[in-house]
């Protein structure tokens, strides 16, 4: 196993982790903690009743907490799914952002905190040779349920240092959109594209409240003009963007 990072400025343990059930981590998931305040996200981090955990955590002053060792299996992802995967778990490192998240007003996040999330997560995608189409938000692994770390996280930052995949947000336009209640092929050829890239979306025919959830998840990391679940042209072409361009 690849050693743990040396930025974590101090060890702050979790009881709660598991066995890898010999799975190597190829996944990086980003979360925020949608709390009050550090304290609180920690102590529910490290409660066993609770059953929740992070290999790290990043304070909003830009301090990195490790809670999980990174050969262990972090209890951060719950029911998820990415390209036919579903024990996330064990395949994925999992960062907890302190932030309040949506119920909180979503609120710019600080330069020191994005920073060190920036250095964490190239440290690790460089470790563990994590693909660029990995490195995930919360959100699109679990869409129907999740909606962190937001549609304000600075996925482009990241990526121009070297983390996660994207492409330029196509500019909104006019023109022809899909919406939940259409159906027919062109929803299930958006559906075929969406699931092609990995998001856990079956081939139906109908636009669905599922769909729109994972309509949404792609907005919120790869199109965060607007997030509304309306798969408009900019959105598609997006989308069709970062399939023509996955890395190899």
């Known amino acids: 196993m690849t050693p743990d990072s040396p930025l974590a400025t101090r060890i702050q343990p979790s009881p709660n982790h598991g066995e890898r059930l010999g799975k190597r981590p190829d996944m990086l998931i980003l979360h925020y903690t949608g709390m009050d305040g550090e304290a609180a996200a920690l102590q529910r981090l490290a409660d066993p009743i609770a059953e929740v955990s992070a290999h790290y955590v990043v304070l909003e002053d830009g301090t990195i907490l490790q809670m999980v060792p990174e050969g262990r299996r972090a209890w951060h992802a719950g029911r998820a799914s990415w390209q036919g995967e579903r024990d996330v778990n064990s395949r994925s490192l999992g960062i907890e952002i302190v932030h309040p998240g949506h119920v909180g007003g979503l609120p710019p996040y600080p330069e020191a905190q994005v920073a060190a ?56 336009r006019d023109g022809r959109f899909f919406a939940e209640g259409d159906a027919g092929q062109p929803i299930e050829a958006l559906q075929a594209m969406l699931a092609l890239y990995g998001y856990d979306q079956p081939v139906t025919g109908t636009f669905d409240p599922h769909m729109r959830a994972v309509v949404t998840a792609f907005q919120r990391h790869f199109r965060q003009a607007r997030v509304d679940g309306i798969a408009d042209a900019s959105t598609i072409t997006t989308l069709r963007d970062l399939i023509a361009s996955r890395p190899t």
């Open 117 to 172: 999330v920036t250095a964490l997560a190239c440290d690790i995608v460089v470790r563990w040779a994590i693909p660029a189409d990995r490195v995930l938000a919360h959100s699109d692994i679990a869409p129907d349920r999740k909606e962190d770390p937001g549609e304000n996280f600075p996925w482009r930052r990241l990526a121009a240092e070297g983390v996660g995949h994207h492409v330029p947000e196509v500019p909104l």
